[in-house]
Protein backbone atom coordinates (compact mmCIF):
# COMPACT_ATOMS: atom_id res chain seq x y z
CA UNK A 1 0.00 0.00 0.00
CA UNK A 2 2.94 2.21 0.95
CA UNK A 3 5.13 1.12 -2.93
CA UNK A 4 1.63 2.37 -4.29
CA UNK A 5 1.28 5.77 -2.19
CA UNK A 6 4.61 6.28 -3.66
CA UNK A 7 4.23 5.63 -7.31
CA UNK A 8 1.34 7.94 -7.15
CA UNK A 9 3.03 10.40 -5.84
CA UNK A 10 5.74 10.20 -8.27
CA UNK A 11 3.49 10.13 -11.04
CA UNK A 12 1.74 13.71 -10.05
CA UNK A 13 4.96 14.61 -9.94
CA UNK A 14 6.35 13.52 -13.33
CA UNK A 15 2.90 14.99 -14.36
CA UNK A 16 2.99 18.67 -12.98
CA UNK A 17 6.88 18.89 -14.74
CA UNK A 18 5.37 17.19 -18.20
CA UNK A 19 2.47 20.03 -17.85
CA UNK A 20 4.64 22.68 -17.30
CA UNK A 21 7.07 21.70 -20.36
CA UNK A 22 3.53 21.72 -22.12
CA UNK A 23 2.36 24.97 -21.43
CA UNK A 24 6.24 26.36 -21.91
CA UNK A 25 6.41 24.99 -25.48
CA UNK A 26 2.93 25.39 -26.27
CA UNK A 27 1.76 29.12 -25.10
CA UNK A 28 -2.03 28.22 -24.92
CA UNK A 29 -2.58 31.46 -23.31
CA UNK A 30 -0.53 33.49 -25.94
CA UNK A 31 -2.30 31.82 -28.49
CA UNK A 32 -5.74 32.47 -27.35
CA UNK A 33 -5.21 36.52 -27.02
CA UNK A 34 -3.69 36.41 -30.71
CA UNK A 35 -6.97 35.03 -31.88
CA UNK A 36 -9.00 37.08 -30.53
CA UNK A 37 -6.68 39.82 -31.61
CA UNK A 38 -7.18 38.82 -35.20
CA UNK A 39 -3.99 37.42 -35.34
CA UNK A 40 -3.22 33.98 -37.21
CA UNK A 41 -1.18 31.88 -35.46
CA UNK A 42 -0.18 28.37 -35.71
CA UNK A 43 0.79 26.65 -32.06
CA UNK A 44 2.77 23.64 -33.73
CA UNK A 45 4.59 25.79 -36.69
CA UNK A 46 4.63 29.17 -34.91
CA UNK A 47 4.56 29.10 -31.11
CA UNK A 48 6.40 25.32 -30.31
CA UNK A 49 8.68 26.54 -33.66
CA UNK A 50 9.86 29.64 -31.92
CA UNK A 51 10.68 28.19 -28.78
CA UNK A 52 12.92 25.79 -30.73
CA UNK A 53 14.37 28.28 -32.42
CA UNK A 54 14.96 30.02 -29.46
CA UNK A 55 12.70 32.99 -30.27
CA UNK A 56 10.50 34.55 -27.42
CA UNK A 57 6.93 34.09 -28.88
CA UNK A 58 5.55 36.53 -26.32
CA UNK A 59 7.95 39.36 -27.82
CA UNK A 60 6.90 38.47 -31.63
CA UNK A 61 3.00 38.09 -31.12
CA UNK A 62 1.96 40.91 -28.75
CA UNK A 63 4.33 42.99 -31.35
CA UNK A 64 2.03 41.45 -34.46
CA UNK A 65 -1.08 42.04 -32.45
CA UNK A 66 0.31 45.84 -31.98
CA UNK A 67 1.07 46.23 -35.29
CA UNK A 68 -2.19 44.61 -36.55
CA UNK A 69 -4.32 46.79 -34.50
CA UNK A 70 -2.41 49.77 -36.15
CA UNK A 71 -2.89 48.88 -38.74
CA UNK A 72 0.04 47.67 -40.43
CA UNK A 73 1.02 44.42 -42.63
CA UNK A 74 3.21 42.50 -40.85
CA UNK A 75 3.85 38.94 -40.32
CA UNK A 76 5.49 36.82 -37.86
CA UNK A 77 8.41 35.97 -40.27
CA UNK A 78 9.45 39.17 -40.31
CA UNK A 79 9.70 39.98 -36.82
CA UNK A 80 11.30 36.98 -36.32
CA UNK A 81 13.88 37.19 -38.81
CA UNK A 82 14.60 40.85 -37.29
CA UNK A 83 14.92 39.03 -33.53
CA UNK A 84 17.17 36.32 -34.51
CA UNK A 85 19.25 39.64 -36.39
CA UNK A 86 19.53 41.03 -32.74
CA UNK A 87 17.38 43.80 -32.92
CA UNK A 88 14.82 45.47 -31.03
CA UNK A 89 11.35 44.42 -32.05
CA UNK A 90 9.57 46.62 -30.08
CA UNK A 91 11.20 49.46 -30.91
CA UNK A 92 10.60 48.85 -34.66
CA UNK A 93 6.91 48.35 -34.33
CA UNK A 94 6.70 51.01 -32.28
CA UNK A 95 8.41 53.25 -34.84
CA UNK A 96 6.25 52.11 -37.58
CA UNK A 97 2.96 52.67 -35.55
CA UNK A 98 4.53 56.21 -34.84
CA UNK A 99 5.82 56.81 -38.23
CA UNK A 100 1.89 55.69 -39.73
CA UNK A 101 0.07 57.55 -37.34
CA UNK A 102 2.51 60.82 -38.11
CA UNK A 103 1.67 60.23 -42.36
CA UNK A 104 5.56 59.54 -42.64
CA UNK A 105 6.50 57.08 -45.02
CA UNK A 106 8.68 53.97 -43.34
CA UNK A 107 9.37 50.82 -44.50
CA UNK A 108 9.89 47.99 -41.88
CA UNK A 109 13.08 46.96 -43.85
CA UNK A 110 14.26 50.58 -43.44
CA UNK A 111 13.64 50.57 -39.87
CA UNK A 112 14.84 47.55 -39.01
CA UNK A 113 18.13 48.20 -41.09
CA UNK A 114 18.13 51.78 -39.04
CA UNK A 115 17.75 49.40 -35.56
CA UNK A 116 20.41 47.06 -37.01
CA UNK A 117 22.96 50.11 -37.85
CA UNK A 118 23.08 51.24 -34.18
CA UNK A 119 20.18 53.99 -34.13
CA UNK A 120 17.04 54.22 -32.22
CA UNK A 121 14.76 54.31 -34.49
CA UNK A 122 12.28 55.08 -32.18
CA UNK A 123 13.64 58.35 -31.16
CA UNK A 124 14.13 59.01 -35.07
CA UNK A 125 10.90 58.88 -35.85
CA UNK A 126 9.81 60.89 -32.90
CA UNK A 127 12.59 63.62 -33.75
CA UNK A 128 10.56 63.32 -37.33
CA UNK A 129 8.09 64.82 -35.95
CA UNK A 130 9.52 66.51 -32.76
CA UNK A 131 12.28 68.52 -34.07
CA UNK A 132 15.00 69.02 -31.76
CA UNK A 133 16.85 71.69 -30.31
CA UNK A 134 20.99 71.54 -30.39
CA UNK A 135 23.47 74.29 -29.08
CA UNK A 136 26.75 74.81 -30.14
CA UNK A 137 29.31 75.54 -27.37
CA UNK A 138 30.73 78.86 -26.93
CA UNK A 139 32.05 79.71 -30.76
CA UNK A 140 34.67 82.68 -30.75
CA UNK A 141 35.68 84.43 -33.97
CA UNK A 142 37.40 87.85 -35.09
CA UNK A 143 36.24 90.20 -37.04
CA UNK A 144 37.84 92.14 -39.45
CA UNK A 145 38.52 95.37 -37.25
CA UNK A 146 40.22 92.67 -35.24
CA UNK A 147 37.59 92.79 -32.33
CA UNK A 148 36.86 89.45 -30.56
CA UNK A 149 33.22 88.05 -30.69
CA UNK A 150 31.90 84.76 -28.86
CA UNK A 151 28.42 83.36 -30.43
CA UNK A 152 25.99 80.69 -28.76
CA UNK A 153 24.01 79.13 -31.51
CA UNK A 154 20.37 77.00 -31.34
CA UNK A 155 19.71 74.96 -34.16
CA UNK A 156 16.54 73.36 -34.73
CA UNK A 157 16.89 70.03 -37.06
CA UNK A 158 14.63 66.93 -37.41
CA UNK A 159 15.41 63.40 -38.47
CA UNK A 160 16.07 62.56 -42.13
CA UNK A 161 15.05 58.79 -42.28
CA UNK A 162 16.22 58.27 -45.99
CA UNK A 163 19.92 59.50 -44.57
CA UNK A 164 19.44 58.08 -41.10
CA UNK A 165 21.53 54.94 -42.19
CA UNK A 166 25.09 55.99 -43.24
CA UNK A 167 24.24 59.89 -42.37
CA UNK A 168 26.51 61.94 -40.01
CA UNK A 169 25.55 62.62 -36.42
CA UNK A 170 24.84 65.86 -34.18
CA UNK A 171 28.54 66.32 -33.77
CA UNK A 172 29.36 66.95 -37.46
CA UNK A 173 26.35 69.29 -37.43
CA UNK A 174 27.93 71.14 -34.46
CA UNK A 175 31.50 70.85 -36.32
CA UNK A 176 30.24 72.44 -39.54
CA UNK A 177 27.76 75.12 -37.71
CA UNK A 178 30.71 76.58 -35.77
CA UNK A 179 32.85 76.89 -38.52
CA UNK A 180 29.89 78.56 -40.64
CA UNK A 181 29.94 81.07 -37.71
CA UNK A 182 33.72 82.14 -37.70
CA UNK A 183 33.93 82.37 -41.82
CA UNK A 184 31.01 85.01 -41.68
CA UNK A 185 32.24 86.75 -38.48
CA UNK A 186 35.71 86.87 -39.78
CA UNK A 187 34.32 88.37 -43.02
CA UNK A 188 32.84 90.45 -41.24
CA UNK A 189 34.38 94.48 -41.88
CA UNK A 190 33.28 95.56 -38.53
CA UNK A 191 32.19 93.58 -35.17
CA UNK A 192 29.26 96.32 -34.53
CA UNK A 193 27.33 95.06 -37.87
CA UNK A 194 27.67 91.91 -36.20
CA UNK A 195 26.02 92.58 -33.28
CA UNK A 196 23.30 95.23 -35.00
CA UNK A 197 22.25 92.01 -36.98
CA UNK A 198 22.98 88.85 -35.55
CA UNK A 199 20.44 87.00 -37.47
CA UNK A 200 22.70 87.98 -40.98
CA UNK A 201 25.49 85.08 -39.12
CA UNK A 202 22.50 82.46 -39.12
CA UNK A 203 20.84 83.26 -42.79
CA UNK A 204 24.76 82.96 -44.19
CA UNK A 205 25.10 79.43 -42.42
CA UNK A 206 21.98 78.49 -43.16
CA UNK A 207 22.73 78.96 -46.75
CA UNK A 208 25.23 77.24 -46.62
CA UNK A 209 23.18 73.72 -46.89
CA UNK A 210 25.59 72.23 -44.30
CA UNK A 211 23.33 69.62 -43.41
CA UNK A 212 24.37 67.63 -46.60
CA UNK A 213 25.45 64.12 -45.48
CA UNK A 214 23.81 63.69 -42.42
CA UNK A 215 21.04 62.22 -40.88
CA UNK A 216 19.46 65.14 -40.15
CA UNK A 217 17.48 67.84 -42.10
CA UNK A 218 18.59 71.41 -40.17
CA UNK A 219 15.38 73.79 -40.17
CA UNK A 220 17.00 76.85 -38.58
CA UNK A 221 20.15 78.38 -36.95
CA UNK A 222 19.24 80.97 -34.18
CA UNK A 223 21.50 82.97 -32.79
CA UNK A 224 21.44 82.61 -28.80
CA UNK A 225 24.12 85.48 -27.70
CA UNK A 226 26.45 87.41 -28.94
CA UNK A 227 29.31 88.75 -26.72
CA UNK A 228 32.11 90.63 -27.47
CA UNK A 229 35.52 89.43 -26.37
CA UNK A 230 39.46 90.53 -26.30
CA UNK A 231 40.57 93.01 -28.79
CA UNK A 232 42.73 90.68 -30.96
CA UNK A 233 43.97 92.99 -33.06
CA UNK A 234 45.47 95.29 -30.57
CA UNK A 235 46.73 92.76 -29.10
CA UNK A 236 48.50 91.19 -31.97
CA UNK A 237 50.08 94.83 -33.14
CA UNK A 238 51.43 94.81 -29.31
CA UNK A 239 52.90 91.37 -29.50
CA UNK A 240 54.42 92.82 -33.22
CA UNK A 241 55.72 95.90 -31.52
CA UNK A 242 57.53 93.93 -28.97
CA UNK A 243 59.01 91.73 -31.03
CA UNK A 244 60.21 94.25 -33.39
CA UNK A 245 61.49 96.02 -30.63
CA UNK A 246 63.71 93.36 -29.15
CA UNK A 247 64.74 92.66 -33.05
CA UNK A 248 66.10 96.51 -33.23
CA UNK A 249 67.77 96.04 -29.95
CA UNK A 250 69.85 92.99 -30.71
CA UNK A 251 70.48 94.25 -33.79
CA UNK A 252 71.82 97.55 -32.45
CA UNK A 253 73.67 95.26 -29.75
CA UNK A 254 75.44 93.37 -32.67
CA UNK A 255 76.34 97.04 -34.17
CA UNK A 256 77.61 98.10 -30.45
CA UNK A 257 79.34 94.94 -30.57
CA UNK A 258 81.05 94.98 -33.42
CA UNK A 259 81.92 98.63 -32.86
CA UNK A 260 83.82 97.78 -29.89
CA UNK A 261 85.48 94.85 -31.55
CA UNK A 262 86.47 97.34 -34.55
CA UNK A 263 88.04 99.87 -31.78
CA UNK A 264 89.68 96.93 -30.40
CA UNK A 265 91.02 96.59 -33.18
CA UNK A 266 91.99 99.60 -34.00
CA UNK A 267 94.03 100.14 -30.98
CA UNK A 268 96.08 96.85 -30.99
CA UNK A 269 97.10 98.82 -34.85
CA UNK A 270 97.78 102.26 -33.09
CA UNK A 271 100.22 100.25 -30.29
CA UNK A 272 101.43 98.29 -33.25
CA UNK A 273 103.01 100.98 -35.37
CA UNK A 274 103.71 102.64 -32.08
CA UNK A 275 106.41 99.64 -31.50
CA UNK A 276 107.35 100.16 -34.62
CA UNK A 277 108.20 103.83 -34.10
CA UNK A 278 110.01 103.31 -30.95
CA UNK A 279 111.69 100.56 -32.86
CA UNK A 280 112.65 102.97 -35.70
CA UNK A 281 113.57 105.43 -33.46
CA UNK A 282 115.89 102.86 -31.68
CA UNK A 283 118.37 103.21 -34.88
CA UNK A 284 118.72 106.96 -34.18
CA UNK A 285 121.48 106.57 -32.13
CA UNK A 286 122.73 103.81 -34.12
CA UNK A 287 122.97 105.52 -36.98
CA UNK A 288 124.54 108.78 -35.61
CA UNK A 289 127.17 106.95 -34.22
CA UNK A 290 127.87 105.32 -37.33
CA UNK A 291 128.02 108.60 -38.82
CA UNK A 292 130.47 110.03 -36.31
CA UNK A 293 132.70 107.10 -36.84
CA UNK A 294 132.60 107.75 -40.46
CA UNK A 295 133.13 111.34 -40.23
CA UNK A 296 129.71 112.57 -41.94
CA UNK A 297 128.48 114.00 -39.24
CA UNK A 298 130.23 116.33 -36.62
CA UNK A 299 130.28 118.12 -33.21
CA UNK A 300 128.96 121.19 -34.62
CA UNK A 301 126.55 119.96 -36.76
CA UNK A 302 124.78 117.55 -34.01
CA UNK A 303 124.48 120.35 -31.93
CA UNK A 304 123.01 122.80 -34.70
CA UNK A 305 120.25 119.45 -34.20
CA UNK A 306 120.00 119.88 -30.99
CA UNK A 307 118.94 123.25 -30.94
CA UNK A 308 116.44 122.74 -33.75
CA UNK A 309 114.63 119.82 -31.62
CA UNK A 310 115.05 121.60 -28.80
CA UNK A 311 113.17 124.88 -30.24
CA UNK A 312 110.80 122.79 -32.00
CA UNK A 313 109.92 121.02 -28.96
CA UNK A 314 109.15 124.25 -27.21
CA UNK A 315 107.23 125.55 -30.15
CA UNK A 316 104.81 122.88 -30.09
CA UNK A 317 104.70 123.42 -25.93
CA UNK A 318 103.67 127.23 -26.44
CA UNK A 319 101.01 125.67 -29.09
CA UNK A 320 99.35 123.04 -27.23
CA UNK A 321 96.10 123.80 -25.23
CA UNK A 322 96.33 124.26 -21.49
CA UNK A 323 94.79 120.65 -20.18
CA UNK A 324 96.83 118.98 -22.76
CA UNK A 325 99.66 120.65 -21.13
CA UNK A 326 98.27 119.77 -17.58
CA UNK A 327 97.89 116.02 -19.12
CA UNK A 328 101.61 115.82 -20.19
CA UNK A 329 102.82 117.25 -16.91
CA UNK A 330 100.70 114.26 -15.16
CA UNK A 331 101.44 111.96 -17.74
Known amino acids: MEALTGISVLVIFLGIIFL ?38 QIIIRNLIAATKAGLNLNISMLEAHYLAGGNVSNVVNALISANKANIDLEFDKAAAIDLAGRDVLEAVKMSVIPKVIETPLVAAVAKDGIQLKAIARITVRTNLERLVGGAGEATILARVGEGIVSTIGSSSSHKAVLENPDSISKVVLSKGLDAGTAFEILSIDIADVDVGSNIGAILQTDQAEADLKVARAKAEERRAAAVAFE ?68
Open 264 to 331: QEMNAEVARMRAKVVEAEAEVPKAMADAFRSGRLGVMDYYNMRNVQADTEMRTSIAKPEEKKDKDKNG
Open 20 to 57: FMILYFVPIGLFITAYFSGVKTRIFKDLIGMRLRKVSP
